[in-house]
Structures are given as structure tokens and as C-alpha cells.
């Protein structure tokens, strides 16, 4: 089921593009409730981490990266947010970023280089926002969610009523599925909630 109804479709509909955001529809920040005591908005100069997370961290979080430094990028928040994206299966760590995914992406903008990184420790606990994207990164989520010190949210919460809460895994798709129609969704799904999430974020910082 699509997460999104579309509608961006694919544009580039953003404000405009490592760390380095769309515009109204800006959401009861609710939806970001503390999730330790000590939890705090982050304001002043400091530097926001926002970390994506997916099963390999090939394709999905890093394009999630990528969509989200696009609208920072000009916006009164670039400077003060950085993304970065890591895979949560030590089996796919360093491994190239998925070329289908890269190819599809650089055609929207968005251009995916290098090789995977799996999350380490360190990296969940200074992130002051995890965003998972998928089933197998909620779950690394909660089993390490002694060492998160921030916010962790799934990037499903922004979807549609009745949306499946996950984005779709590149690599699993049904016999008869188109491969485009496939990337296109997973696409939209991402930028869809990326700018959900981005109208957020100004009340996160302060």
C-alpha cells in the first residue's frame, strides 16, 4: 500500500538540497515525546545528530540522509542539523551502496556514494534523533535502547492512516511487481516522511 498518495511526486517538491530542510503542514510535535527522563529540546548553538536507520543501510537510510540534507540546505536550520545513516546487520557493513537504488536517485538529485556502515554503539548514543525505516531497524532500536540517550521514532509514524508503517526493502518484491514502480514507492515513502519529519524539527531544536 503507498505510504504517501504522492503528493510530491517525486519533484523534488522540497524547500530545495553529510550532514548536513518542506515546507507547512508543520505537525503537533507530540508525536516526538520524550522518551527518557533526562531528555531535553535542543536549542541554542548546538549541533542536532540525526541518525537513519534500515536493515543494511544500502539504499533506504542513506537516501532518507540525503533527502533530509536537501532540505536543510538553505533553510535557517543548515548548520545546526547534521544526518548521517548507518545498516543495522553487521553481515552487510561496508558493503557498496545498492546501484539500482543510486542510479534511480541520481536522476531525482540525490547522489548515494561509498559503502554501508553498520550502527555502532556510539553512534546510537549520540544521536539526539534515530529514525528507523524498516522492521529490522526498530527492532536493533529497542534491543539497544539502553544505550539511546535522544529521541527514536519510526519514519512510519508520518505515513497515511492505514499505510504499512515500513518503508519497502529494495530487495523484496513480488514475482509480477515492476522494479521502477517498486524504487519509485520506496522513493516516495522516504521523501514523504523526511519532509514530515523536517517540519518538526524547528520545535525539536528550538
Known amino acids: 500500500m503507498n505510504n504517501t498518495n504522492k503528493p510530491w511526486k517525486l519533484g523534488r517538491n522540497f524547500n530545495n538540497n553529510d550532514e548536513g530542510g518542506l515546507d507547512s503542514n508543520r505537525e503537533n510535535t507530540s508525536n516526538f515525546p520524550q522518551q527518557n527522563s533526562h531528555h531535553h529540546s535542543y536549542s541554542g548553538n548546538e549541533l542536532t545528530k540525526i541518525l537513519f536507520l534500515s536493515k543494511r543501510g544500502m539504499s533506504r ?8 540534507r536537501t532540505l536543510l540546505e538553505g533553510s535557517q536550520l543548515f548548520g545546526r542539523v547534521r544526518t548521517s545513516s548507518r545498516g543495522v546487520t553487521q553481515a552487510y557493513d561496508q558493503c557498496p551502496i545498492d546501484a539500482r537504488m543510486s542510479k534511480f536517485s541520481n536522476k531525482l538529485g540525490y547522489f548515494l556514494q561509498g559503502f554501508s556502515r553498520f550502527a555502532t554503539i556510539p553512534d546510537i548514543a ?13 527492532e536493533f532500536v529497542k534491543i ?3 544505550f ?31 522494479v ?13 516522511g523526511c519532509s514530515k519529519l523536517y517540519a518538526q524539527l524547528p520545535s525539536l531544536i528550538g
Open 144 to 146: 539497544n535502547k539502553s
Open 180 to 192: 521502477d514502480d517498486h524504487y519509485d514507492e520506496i522513493v516516495s515513502s522516504i521523501g514523504y
Open 148 to 178: 539511546i540517550r535522544g529521541l527514536s521514532r519510526p519514519l512510519g509514524i508520518f505515513f497515511s492512516p492505514g499505510s504499512d508503517p515500513y518503508v519497502k526493502d529494495p530487495y523484496e518484491r513480488g514475482e509480477d511487481e515492476d
Open 61 to 68: 537510510s542513506p537516501l532518507a540522509r540525503e533527502m533530509m
Open 126 to 138: 549520540s544521536a539526539d534523533i534515530i529514525v528507523t525505516l524498516d522492521h529490522e531497524s526498530e
